[in-house]
């Protein structure tokens, strides 16, 4: 039996050879379609993976008070439907001293600047630096970790202090310090000292948003160097206990809703955004491209099997008189249709394994591209082997069967 299932093999892999430019064309249609399946959704997982790893920090107990919500629709053009005002400074200060909803921490904080020239001794930074202005809880709020030194504390802020905690940029070999310890230098921002304390762990880009070349300082100290009118600030509340998030979070619309003397009947004039909340739209967002991915892939494979299947049909007419002279030497209809069926099987498998290699790289190279964190996609490659089985069983199915049922007889007379 097993003597000749391997002659069936050996004859398979003969057929193909002696076809090898239509074998060639085959492979490529069913590769084509695997790769544009395991291709997309190893993007989409790399992103996601991105994506989880940045927000899954901040933890599911954190909300925020932002100017818009994140999903305000806009008008052709770009115009927002609704212009809300920005968030200033006195209404988070008033925020943060009348929200006193119990195990929450509030974060205050606003970007000064993304475009910071930072000088140390000799050395400056290209002027790409963010700057932002921080209270003591922005680090905890946040999610954010230290490599080296300390975090702002209560001091640093009330008092002041022009220290500043660093992204692990600056720690680079070719960075501000040149490998050295930032932490303890004195840096210059805009003609202002600042004493490094701390050093963030690296955090990468997200979006094209660098979140590793940025300066963290108090945000009094923020304020005074960064005057330009209608700063947007930016307001995070952390809660102890999740289960206690909704009641937080209600608070903290009423909070806000009685800063702004909103009355009843207006609608909000500002965002809330929970961490969990963002990490779901996005996710949402990505299903449509793995949806694309599946029709894509399924178009593309429908058509790689009618072309194996017709490969199959030409070969099995191509073939008769050999189908003929294996029968009258004893060979049975089930062993035909086994050769036939086999071709089938390793053509279809060739063209998976091969769309297998290019859609990992093609989710590699994306995923580099867009510095996302690329794991490699099992769940993918399993469902591309499993259609390529599939895909091989349907198209060669037919063509087994019709070899199988040939008249011996008539198979010798075929010219």
């Not at 609704?82 to 200060?93: C, G, L, T």
């Amino acid at each position: 039996m097993f003597t000749l299932f391997k002659e069936n093999i050996r004859i398979a892999f003969n057929s193909i050879k002696s076809q090898l430019l239509r074998t060639i064309l085959t492979v490529l249609i069913i590769a084509i379609g695997i790769t544009a399946l395991v291709g997309i959704l190893s993007a989409v997982t790399a992103l996601e993976n991105t994506i989880s790893s940045d927000f899954a920090s901040m933890g599911a107990n954190t909300f925020n008070l932002q100017r818009y919500e994140f999903n305000t629709q806009r008008r052709g053009g770009g115009e927002r439907e609704k212009i809300n005002p920005v968030i200033s400074y006195r209404e988070v200060k008033e925020f943060e001293k009348n929200y006193t909803y119990p195990f929450t921490q509030t974060a205050i904080s606003f970007t000064g600047t993304s475009r910071a020239e930072v000088k140390y001794e000799s050395e400056k930074t290209d002027p790409e630096v963010s700057v932002l202005g921080v209270n003591e809880n922005f680090l905890t709020n946040s999610g954010l970790d230290l490599e080296n030194g300390r975090e702002f504390n209560i001091f640093d802020i009330r008092n002041n202090n022009n220290v500043a905690i660093l992204g692990s940029d600056f720690a680079k070999q070719e960075g501000l310090f040149k490998g050295a310890n930032p932490v303890g230098k004195t840096i210059s921002i805009r003609g202002a000292k600042f004493q490094v304390i701390g050093v963030l762990e690296s955090k990468g880009s997200t979006f094209g948003n660098n979140q590793d070349l940025r300066v963290l300082i108090p945000i009094q100290v923020a304020r005074s160097l960064f005057t330009q009118p209608q700063i947007n600030y930016n307001l995070s509340v952390r809660v102890e206990n999740k289960e206690y998030l909704e009641a937080a979070q209600d608070e903290a619309i009423i909070t806000f809703r009685n800063i702004r003397k909103l009355n009843p009947v207006e609608e909000n004039n500002f965002g809330i955004e929970r961490s969990d909340d963002l990490i779901n739209r996005i996710f949402q967002i990505t299903s449509y491209l793995n949806i694309a991915a599946w029709i894509i892939s399924i178009i593309t494979i429908f058509g790689s099997s009618i072309a194996l299947m017709n490969i199959m049909l030409v070969s099995v007419t191509e073939r008769t008189r050999e189908i003929g002279v294996r029968k009258a030497l004893g060979a049975k209809r089930g062993t035909i249709a086994t050769q036939f069926f086999m071709e089938t099987v390793i053509i279809g498998q060739i063209g998976g394994i091969l769309g297998i290699i290019l859609g990992i790289l093609i989710g590699i190279g994306v995923s580099s591209a867009a510095d996302f964190d690329f794991t490699t996609p099992w769940k993918a490659m399993l469902w591309a082997t499993g259609i390529t089985i599939l895909v091989a069983i349907l198209a060669g199915s037919y063509p087994a069967a019709k070899a199988a049922k040939q008249d011996p007889i008539e198979s010798l007379r075929y010219e």
